[in-house]
């Protein structure tokens, strides 16, 4: 995987997308329609930028390269229709933690969670090591937390 350094802030997801599918960021932009840098919101930066919807990275996927990012969830819940508190759906009895590394080492995709910064953000995995998209490699344990988890596979 080929280490990209975002330009601007709230493209973290666009440029994951980009390293995990080998692809181009301005011709991805150009093929998307717009650039995430568009304001949406009346706050500061960088939570008033559009940035990009992980459907939208999930489209671009599927149109324009025939693959798709399989969701998984570090710690999927399980609840009733009738408004009780959710429970933690666990697998075969594993550690959340455990169970998430065991269906993604060796699988690239895209990791939503908790940056080094407090804030939400989204990172390349080629399947054993983070490619940050502001300049880094890092391991999975240098971020705070990671929330969700787009495999990526063929359709």
């Not at 599927?62 to 408004?83: L, N, R």
């Not at 429970?87 to 269906?103: F, N, Q, V």
Request: net charge negative; hydrophobic share 40%.
């Amino acid at each position: 995987m080929k280490l990209l350094n975002m330009k601007g802030t709230s493209l973290c997801l666009l440029y994951s997308a980009a390293m995990v599918l080998d692809d181009d960021v301005d011709e991805m932009i150009q093929r998307i329609g717009w650039t995430g840098l568009e304001r949406m919101w009346d706050k500061p930066e960088p939570m008033c930028y559009r940035s990009h919807h992980i459907q939208e990275i999930q489209e671009y996927a599927i149109v324009w390269h025939h693959k798709c990012f399989y969701p998984i969830e570090h710690e999927p819940m399980i609840a009733s229709d009738d408004g009780v508190q959710p429970k933690l759906a666990i697998h075969h009895g594993d550690e959340p933690t455990a169970r998430l590394m065991g269906l993604i080492l060796g699988k690239p995709g895209i990791m939503i969670g908790e940056g080094r910064n407090g804030l939400r953000h989204a990172w390349a995995w080629d399947g054993a090591k983070c490619y940050d998209p502001n300049g880094y490699i890092l391991d999975i344990e240098d971020y705070k937390s990671v929330e969700e988890c787009w495999l990526l596979g063929l359709i």
